[in-house]
T-cell receptor, first 114, second 112 residues
Framework: DAGVIQSPRHEVTEMGQEVTLRCKPI?????LFWYRQTMMRGLELLIY????????DSGMPEDRFSAKMPNASFSTLKIQPSEPRDSAVYFC????????????FGPGTRLTVT | AQSVTQPDIHITVSEGASLELRCNYS??????LFWYVQSPGQGLQLLLK??????LVQGIKGFEAEFKRSQSSFNLRKPSVHWSDAAEYFC??????????FGAGTTVTVRA
């Protein structure tokens, strides 16, 4: 089985540009999570979905961040406009209800905003 | 509020020596507990998990962890480390709403 797929793996962009990160969860999983990892703040949960519906977006830092899940096999995290402080590794994870919180992580997208 | 504490930011261990990583949690109920490992440039991989039952759980790569309710701890151990165990290790607790709360992580360096 393919694991969680994220693209791109690396993204370098200039301040002010729009950035879109993509995630394909494991087939059949009904929970999807977006995390951000930085040296200063560690691993932070940004938002998560259940059955394509956003459940908790309290971790989204500000209105510049938005996330969608148009179907069960695809999600995006968009930053518009991007700022240097958004530089981080962004992880997507998925899990299956009834599997006791076990989350499977993608390889991450390393975002650098110059 | 629920929280996870990993007291050690960085541990250096010799190859072949034993390793123990500490994790303490603050949570009202019996939690779901996890250890994840992150190799450089990689995502997080689940090492092991505890939900109920036997308090000593076995995981992948020769790791084990022991749940101690009285100490609110879930320490990770390995009897003999290999150079490939150099990585960052995260303890996590599962919350009511299917979220995970992660500790700050412990970086393990293995010296020859």
């Amino acid at each position: 089985d393919a694991g969680v797929i994220q693209s791109p793996r690396h993204e370098v962009t200039e301040m002010g540009q729009e950035v879109t990160l993509r995630c394909k969860p494991i087939s059949g999983h009904d929970y999807l999570f977006w995390y951000r990892q930085t040296m200063m703040r560690g691993l932070e949960l940004l938002i998560y979905f259940n059955n394509n519906v956003p459940i908790d977006d309290s971790g989204m830092p500000e209105d510049r961040f938005s996330a969608k899940m148009p179907n069960a096999s695809f999600s995006t995290l968009k930053i518009q406009p991007s700022e240097p402080r958004d530089s981080a590794v962004y992880f997507c994870a998925s899990s299956l209800r009834g599997r006791d919180h076990e989350q499977y992580f993608g390889p991450g997208t390393r975002l650098t905003v110059t | 509020a629920q929280s996870v504490t990993q007291p050690d930011i960085h541990i250096t261990v010799s190859e072949g020596a034993s390793l123990e990583l500490r994790c303490n949690y603050s949570y009202g109920a019996t939690p779901y507990l996890f250890w994840y490992v992150q190799s450089p440039g990689q995502g997080l991989q689940l090492l092991l998990k505890y939900f109920s039952g036997d308090t000593l759980v076995q995981g992948i790569k020769g790791f084990e962890a022991e749940f101690k309710r009285s100490q609110s701890s879930f320490n990770l151990r390995k009897p003999s480390v290999h150079w490939s165990d150099a990585a960052e290790y995260f303890c996590a607790v599962g919350l009511n709403d299917y979220k995970l709360s992660f500790g700050a992580g412990t970086t393990v360096t293995v010296r020859a």
